[in-house]
């Protein structure tokens, strides 16, 4: 059974950092390309970065761009998404995706989410 | 950047009728178009992918259609679970991606 589940969420001030985690298990990690979505409290869903599987690239959206760093680590099944300057807007619950093959944003699992509050 | 536009963001609908929700590209993502459904607290449920086709034990009542730049959802008889929030999402072009704003489906 594919399992994701997110962790490392918390209150932190403007211009400060986190790191995400996301643990996968039930499939072969490396395969697929991983993804972080994120929802703003009431709003819809923004992807906001990916890497590819089979050693693939990362990949951000502009919104980010220079201040989040995705990477993963193959010997503990992990995705993590380093969160840098982090701002008011960028508040809100991050799920990790896992796209259906190793080069698609295709979701067909995601996580539960884990909520960043960014906040004085 | 293609940008998806749902319609409408909130729709009342009874049960047991036909719920039809609509999306529209800014551009052309030919049939690489997903939904997906989400209930409160809950993360988001692949429903359709390559615009038509359902995910696995997504029952029959959904179905969708389109390509291009318009695209359908359709749930032919509402069901009490039926009502949650759908988002479409294009896949066109690896590695990026984009949903569309969500439409409400509530009861009416």
């Known amino acids: 059974e594919v399992q994701l589940l997110e962790s490392g969420g918390g209150l932190v001030q403007p211009g400060g950092s986190l790191r995400l985690s996301c643990a996968a298990s039930?499939?072969?990690?490396?395969?697929?390309?991983m993804s972080w979505v994120r929802q703003a409290p009431g709003k819809g869903l923004e992807w906001v970065s990916g890497i590819g599987g089979r050693g693939g690239s990362a990949y951000y959206a502009d919104s980010v761009k220079g201040r989040f760093t995705v990477s993963r680590d193959i010997s503990r099944n992990t995705l993590y998404l380093q969160m840098n300057n982090l701002r008011g807007e960028d508040t809100a619950i991050y799920s990790c995706a896992r796209g259906v093959h190793y080069s698609s944003n295709l979701f067909d699992f995601w996580g539960p989410g884990t909520l960043v509050t960014v906040s004085s | 950047e293609i940008v998806m536009t749902q319609s409408p963001a909130t729709l009342s609908v009874s049960p047991g009728e036909r719920a039809t929700l609509s999306c529209r590209a800014s551009?052309?993502?030919?049939?690489?178009l997903a939904w997906y459904q989400q209930k409160p607290g809950q993360a988001p449920r692949l429903l359709i992918y390559g615009a038509s086709t359902r995910a696995t034990g997504i029952p029959a009542r959904f179905s969708g259609s389109g390509s291009g730049t318009d695209f359908t959802l359709t749930i032919s008889s509402l069901q009490s679970e039926d009502f949650a929030v759908y988002y479409c999402?294009?896949?066109?072009?690896?590695?990026?991606?984009?949903f569309g704003q969500g439409t409400k489906l509530e009861i009416k």
């Open positions: 551009q052309s993502v030919s049939s690489n």
């Open positions: 039930g499939f072969t990690f490396s395969d697929f390309a």
């Open positions: 999402q294009q896949y066109y072009r690896w590695p990026l991606c984009s």
